[in-house]
RNA sequence: GAGCCGGUAGCUCAGUGGUAGAGCAACGGACUUUUAAUCCGUGGGUCGAGGGUUCGAAUCCCUCCCGGCUCACCA
């Protein structure tokens, strides 16, 4: 929290001094920027390009921020920029009379709304002549636009930590980031799209719960006043959304925040968003097809593509993901095979074996999954199905029917990363409430990550829940490898930060 | 949490013990189809913060803050 500050008024750089008194030049002439709420605008910038043939010599009536300035004289060049694009405008003396003397209010950042007719500059440049202009809001602190030429840029806002806390400068001057971040809105609409053309349907469900559930993870703790109450903010979707599939919505997603309490890293913000659906009568197989199909239709609608690339890796998601079991690919990456993890002693001494550091709370199955992403990952660069995790780090997936320590269980991976988690879910209550129990020892045993034990769940898994496959998905990792970074702060707009 | 790297003008950066710099931006001037406009001129700094060493510190030392990367943690 801060205290009220006035210090703009007498403490701010000489940069700013001299912004205020434009401002309070244009209100001395009547002419308050901030006094304005409405703009008449015919046309987005870009559509001014789009449709030259048709405006050429007519008039227009645009409105954008300044982002350059070029003043000659008796003659002025700027442009103006919208969320469509940029646009060049010009303005002569003489038909500006005393108005044209208000150029030199004029600011990178400031709002212009201008009317004016289309034409095309010697140089071809699509521009608005402009004969009336009014500043709808200044800007009292520099923006640093880069100058540009064609596709060069000069002095862009580089500085990353000012990227993420100033994210509305990196959004106005950088185009990358603004593209990679509005693709990741776009994503999650097709995503939507997706589902709903399929007859899922969308819900929202409590973020803040007794005991935060469905998943392994350490959740935040908050606390409600009137009930005086210790509440946890959802680690996952999983247990309500199948809490719906019982309650005869057969077909059911979400797409919302869960927060984990848990580091802060290149691929881990601390509030993520994820998808989570599930689809009653479906199996383990009936989701990979979907997952196929979400991914080619997420790339096809959003990026016009479905190859991409990254680190010099192509994948090319109109082609089938390939399948592999879990324990197949660690023997084909590690030589260590199924016996090898009979006991947790013959784990511990195979895992150190391929030099991987087992934590006491860890299981045989811990140790697999440890195996798999040490060892395995990094070589699952085409899109990858890996199938069959062991039963206990998978509490609320179905038993492999002929190898009762595995689940029917995938987890897709692109470029070596993990994009989706999908079960079989297990829908027999005795069975869920034997696993509850086991992951209740876990945790009495000092693993704070261990699964709660939800009787509530259990309750109403008692009453009837259908055989379904469900799938969680990362957004931000998805939107990572969509848009080629390797950072998760590069996909969310307001990416944790210490207090700076 | 550990290691490495970084924080200097509005922006991008140079400056490794001797008067704080450059380009762009800003300000003043010239210029009526420019576009990284051009030309001439001017101002602008808590060198992340605090302490120390020194005649003298942006620079060397210590502590702290913030960030990046890697690792650990996070199935």
């Known amino acids: 929290m801060h205290e009220p500050s006035h210090h703009i008024l007498e403490e701010e750089s000489q940069l700013v001094q001299i912004r205020l008194q434009k401002l309070q030049q244009l209100r001395a002439m009547g002419l308050d920027p901030f006094a304005h709420e409405r703009y008449e605008v015919t046309h987005a910038l870009q559509t001014i390009h789009e449709e ?10 645009v409105a954008g921020r300044i982002v350059a300035i070029r003043k000659m004289g008796k003659a002025t060049f700027a442009h103006l920029m919208d969320s469509t694009g940029k646009l ?4 002569k003396a003489d038909e500006q009379g005393d108005k044209y003397d208000l150029i030199d209010l004029w600011d990178l950042g400031d709002y212009l709304g201008v009317q004016g007719f289309v034409f095309k500059t010697r140089t071809g440049e699509v521009t608005v002549h402009v004969q009336t202009f009014t500043m709808l809001a200044k800007a009292i602190r520099p923006v640093p636009f880069p100058k540009e030429k064609g596709e060069q ?11 993420y806390r100033q994210r509305y400068l990196d959004l106005l001057v950088n185009p990358d980031s603004r593209q990679r971040l509005i693709s990741r809105c776009r994503m999650i609409r097709e995503i939507r799209r997706f589902l709903d053309e399929r007859g899922f349907l969308e819900v929202e469900t409590p973020v803040l719960q007794p005991m935060a559930g469905g998943a392994a993870a350490r959740p935040f703790i908050t606390h409600h006043n009137a009930l005086d109450r210790e509440f946890q903010l ?3 979707l999983e247990l309500h959304l199948k809490r719906l599939l019982i309650g005869g919505i057969d077909r059911v997603y979400e797409i919302g925040r869960v927060f984990r309490n848990e580091g802060i890293s290149t691929r881990h913000n601390p509030e993520f968003t994820m998808l989570e659906l599930y689809q009653a009568y479906a199996n383990l197989e009936d989701i990979m097809s979907l997952v196929e199909a979400l991914f ?7 990026f016009g593509t479905t190859v991409f690339e990254m680190h010099g890796v192509q994948v090319d998601f109109s082609q089938p993901w390939q399948r592999i079991r879990l324990m197949d690919a660690i023997r084909e990456h590690t030589g260590l095979t199924e016996a090898d993890f009979e006991t947790l002693e013959s784990a511990i001494r195979a895992a150190e074996k391929v030099g991987i550091y087992v934590e006491r709370k860890d299981t045989i199955g811990g140790i697999i999954e440890k195996v798999l992403e040490k060892c395995v990952a990094e070589h699952l660069q085409q899109p990858t199905f890996v199938y069959g995790f062991p039963i206990d780090t998978s509490p609320l997936a179905k038993r492999e029917p002929d190898n009762p320590r595995f689940t029917r269980r995938f987890e897709g991976y692109i470029f070596g990363k993990e994009v989706a988690n999908a079960f079989s879910e297990l829908n027999d ?3 869920q409430r034997a696993r509850f129990e086991q992951q209740y020892a876990l945790r009495q045993a000092g693993d ?12 109403a898994m008692e009453y009837g829940m259908p055989p379904a496959g469900g799938l969680g998905i990362g957004i931000d990792r998805m939107a990572m490898l969509l848009t080629g970074t390797d950072s998760i702060r590069e996909v969310i707009f307001f990416p944790q930060m210490r207090e700076g």
Not at 449 to 458: G, I, K, R, S, Y
């Open 296 to 302: 080619r239709y997420v790339a096809e609608r959003v």
């Open 234 to 236: 959802r680690i996952a």
């Open 153 to 163: 840029r000069w002095y862009e806002l580089h500085d990353v930590e000012q990227r």
């Open 52 to 61: 030259y043939e048709q405006l050429e010599g007519k008039t227009v009536s």
């Open 88 to 91: 060049q405008i010009y303005l």
């Open 429 to 431: 209550p005795l069975e």
């Open 448 to 459: 704070e990550e261990a699964h709660p034990f939800d009787e509530d769940f259990l309750h």
